[in-house]
């Protein structure tokens, strides 16, 4: 049987190469930080570069009291549970890192997961049966897509960020048992950031849940990092929280959805990936405690990150690059054309500074960009050695102070 399916496959690996789509992995000999050391393309001597595509948003990745936690973790609780939750996989600093989420996120109680695609993944088939309806954020993460797609709830797909076709979508779903409305916190490629404030005052109105995905702002957004509920005003509002402990949280893995006690209680009876997957591992529990305690204590990663971010920002603007507006350590650097994301995130990575460009369809046609993402683990000299590589690169290319019109005219869309 092999045989045909074999030849299939060739094929279409093939047709993904030649549309130039086809994901070449890079590998990292060092630990994960602001300096890297990077082996690509496979086979080729590791380069040193600097890293500006990581999710490791606070540096706790390697971070030595977070490396501790683990190690003491593993010495005192072992390695791995080799069980589910409800069978003998629960020990009790699964049971105080729950406690603890729910305390830093102003939630009643949290439920712990192998990742959020998990959590995403065994949510909306719990409470959303045929006779609901799901209100989703056209550029929600793929974990919701799925997630939304196990369920037989009925599905309307909202015009990404735009109020008003949310509240068409409510009307529409007025029959529903109930409505829910699901949206990522914060969204990916373009670091926007949900109206929470507006989503909530709309579910309010046409009596709604919210459900709120967290993984690009858990740790760092608001001021005491509790995420994008806090930044917009509205603990307390958000009856759900799906996010990871994979990004800002220490960056191993695992996942989390935390909000109403009635909720978390029946995800623990029915959630499917909680039920049949395996227990986080104690080493990262008991780092992601640390985790918390750090960034509870103290709010100097927190404000790392964000003087990185207005100070990147600023910089890259001033020489000449457009980016979308915003606040989050997410930085789209717009060039509308694909090739031109691809060519000058090479150069750039000649230079030593790594970032990946994007272009559709991760990202709408003609929206082709390269996205920088700081960390509080960059120095100021990361910082400015990477503004000088984008100028120099920008020179090259000639777009230095050049509108979206002229960049088209002479790269094409
Ligand atoms: C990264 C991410 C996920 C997946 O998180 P994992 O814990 O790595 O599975 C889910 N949703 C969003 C919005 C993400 O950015």
């Known amino acids: 049987m092999y045989g045909t399916i074999k030849q ?24 994960q930080g602001a300096d890297i050391s990077v082996e690509y393309p496979e086979g080729s001597s590791t380069e040193n570069v600097i890293n500006f595509c990581a999710n490791n948003y606070l540096g706790l990745s390697s971070h030595p009291e977070v490396l501790e936690a683990a190690h003491e973790g593993l010495r ?11 069978i003998c996989g629960t020990q009790d600093i699964h ?17 712990l997961y192998s ?7 065994g949510l909306f088939e719990v409470f959303m049966k045929a006779e609901d309806a799901i209100l989703t954020d056209q550029l929600n993460h793929a974990s919701i897509i799925d ?49 929470l404030d507006k989503i909530c005052d709309l579910a309010d109105k046409y009596d709604a849940l919210v459900v709120m995905d967290d993984c690009h702002c858990t740790g760092f957004l608001g001021d005491d990092g509790r995420g994008s509920h806090e930044y917009r005003g509205v603990l307390g ?22 909000g109403r006690k009635e909720m978390i209680a029946m995800l623990r009876q029915r959630s499917r990936p909680y039920l049949f997957s395996n227990s986080v591992s104690p080493v990262i529990v008991a780092a992601s405690l640390k985790v918390l305690d750090l960034i509870t204590q103290s709010s100097d990663l927190r404000d790392k990150l964000h003087s990185n971010t207005r100070y990147f920002r600023e910089e890259i603007t001033r020489i000449g690059y ?58 100021r000299e990361h910082l400015d050695k990477a503004i000088n590589a984008f100028e120099d690169v920008g020179r090259k290319y000639d777009i230095l102070g050049k509108s979206k019109e002229e960049i088209i005219e002479m790269y094409g869309e």
Do not use: W
Not at 18 to 30: C, D, M, P, V
Not at 115 to 121: E, M, V, W
Not at 170 to 188: E, K, N
């Open 322 to 379: 457009e980016i979308k507006d915003g606040v989050h350590p997410i930085v789209p650097i717009m060039l509308y054309n694909a090739k031109l994301s691809q060519d000058m995130a090479r150069d750039l990575y000649e230079k030593g500074i790594y970032v990946i460009g994007f272009f559709y369809p991760v990202v709408p046609k003609g929206q082709a960009r390269i996205r920088v993402q700081l960390s509080a683990a960059h120095e």
């Open 8 to 31: 299939d496959l060739k094929q279409e690996l093939s047709e993904i190469r030649e549309a130039g789509l086809f994901k070449e992995e890079r590998f990292i000999h060092s630990p």
């Open 237 to 258: 509002r958000v009856d759900l929280i799906t996010s990871t402990l994979g990004k800002a949280m220490g960056g191993a893995s695992g996942g989390f959805t935390s």
């Open 147 to 195: 997630g939304i797609r196990l369920s037989k709830a009925k599905r309307y797909i909202y015009k990404h960020d735009d109020m008003d076709d949310l509240e068409q979508k409510l009307q529409d779903a007025a029959d529903a048992r109930y409505r829910m409305i699901m949206t990522d916190g914060a969204f990916s490629m373009d670091g926007t950031i949900a109206r």
């Open 95 to 111: 049971r105080e890192l729950e406690e603890q989420l729910s305390d830093f996120l102003k939630t009643d109680d949290t439920i």
């Open 76 to 86: 005192t609780r072992g390695f791995g549970m080799s069980s589910v939750r409800f």
């Open 115 to 121: 990742s959020c695609f998990d959590a995403n993944g």
